[in-house]
């Protein structure tokens, strides 16, 4: 036991370090990151946290891939592209709230809300990052209205598509958490699809309007997926 908590120690302090060195992370994010990513691994185990590794990577190639363009847009990620403690909170806290839910209850329902989470996350974040540059006549989600590039709540095909592969990506390393494979697969990637574009209204509404900022949006966002890939793996298992 206490081999094992030093070598996921290891890990954690070796991601959290990454973070920061390769610019991805300010050093509370890089601290949050860690304890984030340890909770992770001890109440989940490897492949919860091998997802969220991974989203970790696809969301700073995306954010860093073509930077200045989105600058020149005036859609590029804030300090350029340095995520701090908020952002990491706002992505992750929903997995492990998940995650305790499933270590206490053993449930594959959990398993399912846990990825769709990170599908959310990682979803999001590359219709957005890569969204920007693909996408092509953004539209309001709430009227469809033309809007800029960045717009809160705009969306296009090319983000949806993002969204899609995002979320389908995290759905291959929930596979090894239930025999029902059929099930888990579409209901992590459909929930994270979900949880995407209910990102997107709440954007629209919600975050356009002051109640709440990019980091509770992503959190609710998150929490919702989770929950819509709960309610799909429950339907279709």
């Given at each position: 036991m206490l081999e094992r908590l030093t070598v996921d120690l290891a890990v954690v302090a070796g991601l959290g370090f990454g973070?920061?060195?390769?610019?991805a992370l300010d050093a509370k994010g890089a601290v949050t990151a860690a304890l984030l990513g340890l909770a992770v691994i001890e109440l989940g185990g490897l492949y919860p946290f091998a997802a969220l590794v991974t989203f970790v990577v696809l969301g700073v190639l995306a954010t860093?891939?073509?930077f200045r363009e989105k600058a020149k847009l005036g859609a590029a990620q804030s300090r350029g592209g340095v995520r701090s403690w908020g952002n990491v909170l706002g992505n992750g806290l929903a997995t492990v709230i998940f995650l305790v839910f499933e270590y206490f209850s053993q449930m594959d329902v959990f398993w399912a809300a846990t990825f769709a989470a990170?599908?959310?996350?990682n979803g999001d974040t590359l219709a957005s990052e890569l969204g920007k540059i693909f996408g092509k006549s953004p539209k309001l989600i709430t009227n469809l209205k033309p809007a800029k590039p960045g717009t809160n709540g705009a969306v296009s095909i090319a983000g949806e598509l993002f969204a899609l592969m995002g979320a389908l990506v995290i759905a291959l390393f929930a596979l090894p958490s239930t025999g029902?494979?059929?099930a888990m697969l579409l209901a992590v990637t459909l929930g994270g699809l979900v949880g995407v574009n209910l990102d997107s209204l709440i954007g629209a509404t919600l975050e356009r309007e002051g109640i709440t900022n990019n980091n509770s949006t992503n959190f609710l966002a998150s929490l919702l997926g989770g929950f819509a890939g709960a309610g799909l793996f429950y339907l279709l298992a």
């Open positions: 973070s920061y060195h390769f610019r860093k891939y073509k990170i599908a959310t996350a029902k494979n059929t």
